[in-house]
């Protein structure tokens, strides 16, 4: 039995259109069809230019860059020169622009548990919590893995990593000690944030017995943080291992944002692995934080007054 290809009907062509009502058009950033033609072809025509006027009009910067873009393929370099900390743009200059009382975070846990944090709050908890890694040896350039489940706490571990120029890589809580252990290693962490356990689908996943195991073979790891939030038995290692809330208590609120290049490394987000080796993509600050602020303003149009929800599984 054979089958023409023009008989096959194709299910990813989409030549529908939906337009948007006249209200929804003016609030939005980008209002028309027109509008968007025209932003698209300055991008186009001048995509330095375009960048460049994106970046001093969106971002905060200690110093401004002296070159926009290094292009030399595969490699690129955005803003070289500039100092920037994402941190800061997340975070103080919304709480110096007025907005400090309002909701940064709004969580709530699997087992019903809730927490608001407001953009002072978090960035308070952020400052303290900088303070609380560089207490430990922490410091700009280190790499420091965050293996934790969907808690309030691994933002503000990315948060304060970010401040301070350490360079986080964030591992899903789903993974086993041996994926861990790969991904600790390859980038030679010496830090690992973690909790006793977390919640999914009713069932405690036991995050802190899955780290133990991982850094028997991890030599580069120092310390190892954990946030208290299934309270189920861990084992512990009074030379190693220290809770999160103990560490906080003591920290000061103090800890201004370190002024880091452009380029300096943001993150390292590893592949699944599931067909090898997992690689590592690294992300740096100032061309990536661009990229995303201009993606939920333009493509996902979010404005001071939504609230953008994300259920995480």
């Known amino acids: ?32 069809f027109e509008e968007y033609q025209r932003i698209y072809k ?31 393929p595969p490699f690129a370099k ?16 919304h709480v110096a622009a007025g907005k400090g009382n309002k909701p940064a975070i709004i969580w709530e846990g699997e087992p019903g548990d ?12 952020t400052k303290k919590f900088a303070n609380a890694l560089k207490s ?13 489940p969907l808690v309030p ?32 290693n390859d980038a030679e962490c010496n830090i690992v944030i973690t909790a006793d356990g977390g919640w999914r689908r009713g069932s405690v996943i036991a995050l802190k017995k899955n780290v133990d195991e991982a850094v028997k073979n991890c030599p580069s790891v120092k310390k190892v943080v954990v946030v208290k939030r299934t309270e189920n038995e861990v084992q512990w290692d ?26 300096h490394p943001l993150y390292i987000l590893y592949t699944s692995g599931t067909t090898g080796k997992p690689k590592g993509v690294q992300h740096s600050t100032g061309g990536y934080l661009l990229g995303c602020h201009v993606t939920t303003k333009y493509v996902f149009d979010l404005k001071d007054n939504d609230v953008y929800w994300c259920s995480a599984d």
């Open 238 to 263: 009074d030379a190693r291992d220290v809770w999160y809330h103990d560490v906080m208590a003591s920290a000061s609120d103090d800890c201004p944002a370190e002024e880091l290049d452009s380029e």
């Open 114 to 125: 809730t927490l608001t944090l407001t953009y002072s709050q978090l960035l308070t908890e």
């Open 153 to 184: 706490e691994a933002a503000i571990a990315m948060l304060a990593c970010a401040r301070i120029g350490a360079t986080h890589s964030v591992v899903f809580g789903g993974f086993s000690s041996e994926a861990l252990k790969d991904r600790i």
């Open 42 to 72: 300055e991008s186009i025509a001048d995509p330095e230019g375009w960048w460049a006027n994106q970046a001093e009009k969106e971002l905060e910067w200690f110093k401004k860059w002296d070159t926009v873009l290094d292009w030399k």
């Open 1 to 32: 039995m054979s089958t023409s290809l023009s008989n096959i009907e194709s299910i990813l062509r989409e030549d529908r259109k939906f337009e948007p009502s006249p209200e929804f058009a003016k609030e939005a950033h980008i209002s028309s």
């Open 78 to 93: 955005w803003f070289e020169g500039g100092k920037i900390n994402a941190t800061h743009n997340c975070l103080d200059r």
């Open 136 to 148: 430990l040896g922490a410091k700009k350039g280190d790499r420091i893995a965050i293996y934790m």
